[in-house]
């Protein structure tokens, strides 16, 4: 069975979650439920409350294999880039969304080991993204209202029907 992607406007997706204190075999069952959730969704990144699950873990494959964090920082961030982004919480919208073009990351691996590394460019702008859900944030929260409605208008108005 594949953990149901809670979508939008479900509360939990605006609750702010929890450390995890220990990394343990159900943290690590919970990464590969969620991998395996975000592979059938056909996304690129996945953060536990889109699970129901009000922890600090997140799941995220670019094109270059899975990559499981667990209680994610930014402790840097460097440059802007805009690009395109949809969640799986928020199904066929698309928007353009301001982030950092480099960031520098600390978080817990599987092995529990602490882990400092870089990204930049759409793993940057990914891991932002996965990590905004983990306090509660949207990408409808980074757009400036009349904007978002202006994008998801036009968007409306160019998808084309469904057979």
């Known amino acids: 069975m594949v953990l149901e992607i809670k979508k939008y406007p479900d509360p939990i997706l605006r609750k702010r979650c929890q450390e995890i204190k220990e990394v343990n075999e159900e943290i690590k069952k919970l990464a590969e ?7 059938v969704g056909k996304g690129a990144g996945l953060a536990a409350p889109q699970v129901g699950i009000l922890k600090r873990l997140i799941v995220i494959d ?45 978080a817990l691996d599987k092995k529990s080991q602490k882990i400092t590394f870089k990204a930049e460019g759409l793993r940057a702008s990914g891991l932002q993204h996965e990590i905004d859900h983990l306090n509660g944030i949207l990408i409808l929260d980074r757009k400036n209202p009349f904007i978002r409605i202006r994008d998801l208008l036009s968007g409306f108005f160019q998808r084309k029907p469904q057979p």
């Open 33 to 39: 439920e969620m991998l395996k959730a975000m592979y």
């Open 62 to 106: 670019i094109g270059k294999g899975p990559e499981v964090y667990i209680n994610p920082k930014i402790i840097k961030k460097q440059g802007k880039i805009v690009s395109e982004e949809g969640c799986l919480s928020l199904p066929e919208i698309f928007l353009k969304i301001k982030r950092a073009a480099k960031i520098k990351i600390e």
